[in-house]
């Protein structure tokens, strides 16, 4: 991130982007410890977003408790939380700025339309857009979404999982910023306010590896400046699925705050001495502050995590998508 000599903003600015669809599981957990602990070790800020841009999907009081787990385990976040339903208007202007650029462009198709005429699955398991309506709407439809004109390949390199390299035609086509029943999709929502809330350093779970060369080719397309990004490896249940909602993961138990944060930080590779386990949770947050080596953290897309057996049965990569699709669809290179 660029930041002038003379501006008072921090060089270092993260955050932890949770969406409210159920209660704050060990998965969650791995992320917001290690995106927090990385914004400290940096001298930085480390902010929260409650991404609830999906008002179908958020469930009501569900972010109310993710905070309150949150707090139990000693995170202290800067800023106020931002709140991505409030944020409606901030979509809707880079919307119209994309539209007057050509950059996005109005979609009758269907999902069966869609369906009919792509055989070709793209990264996050859905078909590829096979372009009916790039140039222009066929005659006599009207506009159900709203899309972004994909070009040429994406190159990043992950402090984690190394060079990434993806070619949007082929791995994911145009993608849909406004969706037809009027939600914003979660990659255009994300990249906006990352830019608005000037967030230097991302640092999240690795099954959103897939996601990065979407919002890093929105980022040029908007002006805005990129962020570094760190893609940490989830946690997975032994079949290999990502731990979720809908995986049945279990809600932390705030009461056992202690002991969850130092299997968080063992997941992450720091090493922490089982008897930390039993200290208090101000006591894990000093350990953790010293000794964070980011460094260590393993440099796989997942890892199996089962309460009773440690965290060190590697994912190949390719298992992690879920209904989503394969995480392991990004090229390293
Ligand atoms: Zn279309």
Known sequence: MSVSPHSAA????GRFAPSPTG????????????????????????WVRIEDVDAPRSVPGAAESILACLEAHGFAWDGPVLWQSTRLEAYRAALDGLRAAGLAYACACSRQEIAALS??????????????CRLGLPPGRAARAWRLKVTGEVTFVDRVQGPVRQCLPQEVGDFVLLRGDGQFAYQFAVVVDDAMQGI??????????DS???????????GYPQ???????????AAGEKLSKQTRAPALAPEQAAANLVAALAFLGQR????????????????ALGAWDFACIPRCRGQVWAPDSGADATVAPGRLGGQQGAVGAVQSV
């Open 212 to 222: 990065t060369p979407r919002q890093i080719f929105l980022q040029r397309c908007l």
């Open 200 to 209: 230097s350093d991302v640092v999240r779970g690795a099954d959103l590896l």
């Open 10 to 13: 921090p060089v270092y600015r």
């Open 119 to 132: 055989a070709q699955i793209g990264v996050d398991g859905a078909r590829l857009y096979p372009g009916t």
């Open 23 to 46: 209660p704050l599981h060990f998965g969650s957990l791995v992320a917001a410890l290690a995106s927090c602990l990385d914004a400290r070790a940096h001298g930085g800020e480390w």
């Open 227 to 237: 962020p570094r990004y760190a893609h940490v490896p989830v946690a997975t249940h």
């Open 272 to 287: 922490p001495p089982p008897e930390l386990a039993q200290a208090s949770v101000a006591e894990v947050w000093a350990w």
